[in-house]
């Protein structure tokens, strides 16, 4: 086989449809970026799930002078009901699942609520007493924080017991949504980009039909004949390929990392290594893609 024919002929091919080869770079590029982000999406929800479920703890509010009559038809929990909830946590059938636990009375809990809405006119209208006062439990395996959970549910003097991995899945299910909407919107992309190198292909071809004739009346084979044009589509997935890991890449060391990772360092967030590893699996996908689509064009469209 004549590779310098072959690569003429793609040459060729590339400057003849300058403005398709051109929109399946961009179209390639646009939805493989889509799909990159969509899988860093994903390893952050995982990250984030590691991270912050360990950190996740069982709150204990117990009743206040304000809380509901049906939850506190007693009122204020008494130091009895504190020393009682404290023994449960302390209690050999507890011990297994608690791996520490505090107190916050109400001036801690009042002080902590002025940290956090400070500035807001909402902060002027309460009162330490209207606030619970909680006992704050981390578990050994938050995937066990039911155990706590249903211990402490219905006790006298508790007014609710939340698991605050109830607050965290609300958030990760947000996220999943928007990872979904990316890969769906990179899927609809991707079969644009598809049907764009198929089109590319088949014009590629009909204006050259004279040549593929003249290679078939010289005993040519199907595979010589189709290679150039498989490789023409090839080529330009290629190119918006790189361009979608470089854009991937870019996006973790200077989005990610540069601003989102020094904004909030509370929060662990995807490394250069999860784009690095990411980005050949799109040139990957991109190159499949191509191949499979100029082939399935030129083996439909022409008679080989």
Same mark, same amino acid.
């Given at each position: 086989?004549?590779?310098? +024919? ?50 996740? @703890? ?42 520490? +636990? ?32 909680? +006992? ?89 004949? @189709? ?29 990610? @990392? ?47």
């Amino acid at each position: 086989m004549r590779f310098g +024919f072959v690569l003429s002929e793609i040459g060729q091919g590339l400057r003849r449809n300058v403005s398709m080869v051109v929109s399946i770079i961009l179209v390639t590029f646009l939805s493989l970026t889509f799909v990159g982000t969509a899988g860093l999406l994903q390893a952050q929800i995982g990250q984030m799930k590691n991270y912050w479920y360990d950190r996740a @703890q069982v709150a204990i509010y117990l009743c206040t002078e304000t809380s509901p009559g049906d939850a506190c038809p007693q009122g204020e929990a008494s130091a009895d009901v504190k020393s009682t909830v404290e023994a449960s946590l302390k209690d050999e059938a507890l011990a297994a699942f608690v791996d520490k +636990f505090y107190f916050e009375d109400h001036q801690a809990a009042f002080d902590k609520f002025q940290e956090q809405f400070a500035g807001n006119s909402v902060a002027k209208y309460v009162k330490a007493e209207q606030l619970n006062e909680t +006992f704050w439990v981390k578990v050994k395996d938050p995937e066990k924080s039911a155990v706590i959970v249903e211990s402490f549910t219905g006790v006298a003097g508790v007014e609710e017991v939340r698991d605050q991995r109830s607050y965290l899945d609300q958030i990760f299910n947000i996220l999943n949504a928007a990872s979904i909407a990316a890969v769906g919107i990179a899927s609809i992309m991707l079969a644009s980009s598809v049907l764009l190198i198929s089109t590319t292909i088949r014009l590629s071809a009909f204006s050259r039909r004279r040549e593929i004739g003249i290679m078939r009346l010289v005993g040519a084979s199907n595979f010589y004949i @189709q290679l150039p044009f498989i490789l023409e589509g090839v080529v330009a997935a290629t190119v918006g390929s790189l361009l979608a890991g470089g854009a991937v890449i870019a996006i973790v060391q200077f989005f990610v @990392q540069g601003y989102l990772a020094t904004s909030m360092p509370l929060t662990s967030f995807v490394g250069l290594e999860d784009a690095l590893l990411l980005a050949p699996g799109l040139l990957l996908a991109g190159v499949v893609l191509a191949a499979i689509a100029s082939g399935f064009a030129i083996r439909r469209y022409l008679k080989i």
